[in-house]
């Protein structure tokens, strides 16, 4: 307990994140089993994607607001053209596994048993998906989302035309 006591007085913002994701995964997983169950039971990858999707709106506003609330410089809107460009990256990351336990590994009905298949589906996106994505995107959030002032100033003077003199001959 002593640990995880140090690990959010040292990294806020990770504390933050992950409570943030953990409400995100909540909303996912309502979306993504009541359209899987009861709408499009046939796309499965399709009602996952939609769950993260909405969560991923979600966590846009409850990153910038809370997890991530010192920082953020830049114009709201390259923030949010890099939250989403992020997003889609981790939408892909998180959506792969499920769609290689379904549709590379075969394990869908009727190959397999209906409980067979949604403990797959379960681990395979859900929580395998989950775990790369989250990886994925609390270090694209640092680093290029709302990285940390130093680090944008880093990154604006590198983009920023040269202002030396430029030797003349």
Do not use: C
């Amino acid at each position: 307990m002593q640990a995880v006591i140090k690990l959010i007085r040292e990294h806020p913002s990770a504390a933050r994140f992950l409570v943030v994701g953990g409400i995100g995964f909540v909303i996912t997983m309502v979306i993504n089993y009541g359209l899987k169950l009861f709408v499009i039971p046939q796309h499965p990858v399709t009602a996952l994607a939609l769950g993260i999707i909405v969560a991923t709106v979600f966590s846009y506003w409850m990153n910038k607001k809370w997890s991530f609330d010192d920082r953020g410089e830049r114009h709201t809107a390259h923030e949010m053209l890099l939250f989403v460009i992020v997003s889609v990256i981790g939408v892909g990351l998180n959506s792969a596994p499920l769609y290689l336990s379904r549709y590379g590994f075969g394990l869908e009905v009727p190959n397999v048993s209906r409980t067979t298949q949604e403990i797959a589906d379960f681990v395979s996106g859900p929580i395998i998906g989950t775990m790369l994505a989250m990886v994925f995107r609390y270090w694209a959030m640092n680093k290029w989302v709302f990285p940390k002032r130093a680090e944008l100033v880093d990154v604006l003077s590198t983009t920023s035309p040269s202002t030396s003199p430029t030797p003349t001959v």
